[in-house]
């Protein structure tokens, strides 16, 4: 039994409105990215991250990008194995790398990685690249905008080498090499309340709630008006010396 998730694909998006800018992109991916890093740290992989794997839910009055179909993943042990005898693995053509159409017997989160790199395509080109086996940078390059940073296309290259040992490692990494994708700045106000939601549904099997790597449990995004802490702390020194005095 699976939670039944009504709403347009991310692939008919794509063909209904036209490939995403950067920055249009970086929030719709956002969440996903959080999604397959949660599930990493948990020592799984999905195996089978494409457009029509991706849907646009209602959350209120907003609609919330969310990775679903969890059938595909695979489950390792702390010590990278698998924790039970695995089916076949779905190969969907343009998103599964070459080392998938083999066995794979232990925890390789490059394989997310490779679809990652691949939606990614997807999104700023509209266009699916062809089987991984026979794919060629040359190709991406060309599937690409032609006025897509360099940093951009490097990033994403890197994360589809047809290599494991080749390719981007982690989520985090891949988020690092496209720095000029997600950026420097900030999010506005509406990105942070998208990736929230997107945080808050079940994007994982287990519902825990897809937390950045790098930021530490239970922390907050209160707005810290240091002025008022510096007054109070002065009235309270205040107050101490009057009690002395007396």
């Known amino acids: 039994m699976v939670e039944y998730l009504d709403g347009e694909t991310l692939e008919d998006y794509i063909y209904r409105r036209g490939p995403l800018s950067l920055e249009e992109a970086r929030v719709v991916l956002a969440p996903i990215f959080d999604a397959v890093k949660a599930m990493h740290r948990m020592h ?23 990775l679903f179909s969890l059938y595909a993943s695979r489950h390792f042990d702390e010590r990278g194995l698998p924790e039970w005898d695995m089916p076949a693995m779905i190969c969907r053509e343009g998103y ?16 997310d990685i490779y679809a990652l790199g691949a939606l990614m ?13 026979t794919l060629t940078e040359e190709q ?16 994403i290259i890197h994360a589809l080498q047809p290599e494991a040992n080749n390719r981007t490692t982690l989520v985090s990494n891949l988020r690092e090499d496209l720095m000029e994708f997600y950026g420097s700045k900030k999010p506005s106000v509406d ?8 945080k ?28 008022l802490v510096g007054f109070v702390v002065i009235c309270l020194a205040v107050l101490v010396a009057i009690m002395v005095y007396f």
């Open 44 to 66: 799984l992989i999905h195996t089978d991250i494409y457009p029509r794997h991706i849907r646009f839910v209602s959350h209120g009055n907003e609609l919330v990008p969310v």
């Open 96 to 111: 599964a790398p070459p080392e998938q159409y083999e066995a794979i017997d232990h925890f390789a989160p490059q394989v």
């Open 121 to 133: 395509v997807f999104v700023l080109s509209g266009k699916h690249l062809p089987d991984s086996r």
């Open 140 to 155: 991406i390059r060309q599937t690409l905008p032609a006025m897509l940073p360099e940093t951009v296309v490097s990033a």
């Open 191 to 198: 990105d942070r309340r998208h990736v929230l939601h997107a």
């Open 200 to 227: 808050n549904n079940k994007v994982i099997s287990d519902g825990e709630e897809a937390a950045d790597e790098d930021t530490p449990v239970g922390t907050s995004d209160i707005a810290i008006s240091w002025p």
